[in-house]
């Protein structure tokens, strides 16, 4: 499984209420609310954002609130991964949950800049900067976790057994 894209960087501590701000959260409509991903603190976001993309950032990303409506407004935008330095535990499991691929690599988050064409292999955990001709080794996903993305979810996965 990869992923090829267009970054978009942002800093420390990235929480869920700029991910998804909370006055959209009446809606559990992936469409919807990927109208409205990181709107309050990047505007151009989801008028920039193709399929594919991917997020990088630094320490913290998804810190906040406990809603997974900031996972699902990533991926239903077309985010195809997420990498940072560090990420909130309950973003990462919500994440998983919902069959968004998120990586943690500080190497990688420090030397991916904003516009860099990027691929990753979530079989090896390499993450290539191809803008930059580099490439980092992320944690490869375990086997039961790239079950759980490639069946775009938890729930998913458990009704296909």
Same mark, same amino acid.
């Given at each position: 499984? +990869?992923? /090829?894209?267009? =970054?978009?960087?942002?800093?420390?501590? =990235?929480?869920?209420? =700029?991910?998804?701000?909370?006055?959209y959260? /009446?809606? #559990?409509?992936? *469409?919807?609310?990927?109208?409205?991903?990181?709107?309050?603190?990047?505007?151009?976001?989801?008028? +920039?954002?193709?399929?594919?993309?991917? @997020?990088?950032?630094?320490? /913290?990303? !998804?810190?906040?609130?406990?809603?997974?409506?900031?996972?699902?407004?990533?991926?239903?935008?077309?985010?195809?991964? =997420?990498?940072?330095?560090?990420? *909130?535990?309950?973003?990462?499991?919500?994440?998983?949950? @919902?069959?968004?691929?998120i990586?943690?690599?500080?190497?990688? #988050?420090?030397?991916?800049? *904003?516009?860099?064409?990027?691929?990753?292999?979530?079989?090896?955990g390499?993450?290539?900067?191809?803008?930059? !001709?580099?490439?980092?080794? !992320? %944690?490869?996903?375990?086997?039961?976790? %790239? +079950?759980?993305?490639?069946?775009?979810?938890?729930?998913?996965?458990?009704? /296909? +057994?």
């Amino acid at each position: 499984m +990869k992923a /090829n894209g267009s =970054v978009f960087k942002y800093g420390d501590n =990235v929480d869920t209420d =700029v991910i998804i701000p909370a006055r959209y959260l /009446n809606s #559990s409509d992936p *469409a919807e609310l990927a109208t409205h991903c990181m709107e309050d603190i990047d505007t151009d976001f989801i008028k +920039k954002v193709k399929k594919g993309d991917i @997020i990088v950032a630094n320490k /913290n990303f !998804g810190c906040g609130s406990s809603r997974e409506h900031a996972p699902i407004a990533i991926k239903a935008a077309g985010v195809s991964c =997420v990498i940072a330095e560090t990420f *909130a535990r309950i973003f990462y499991r919500n994440a998983i949950n @919902i069959g968004l691929p998120i990586i943690e690599c500080p190497e990688a #988050s420090s030397g991916i800049e *904003a516009g860099d064409e990027v691929e990753i292999d979530f079989d090896s955990g390499i993450i290539t900067n191809k803008s930059r !001709g580099t490439t980092f080794q !992320g %944690q490869p996903f375990p086997e039961f976790m %790239q +079950k759980i993305i490639k069946a775009e979810g938890l729930i998913n996965y458990i009704n /296909n +057994k």
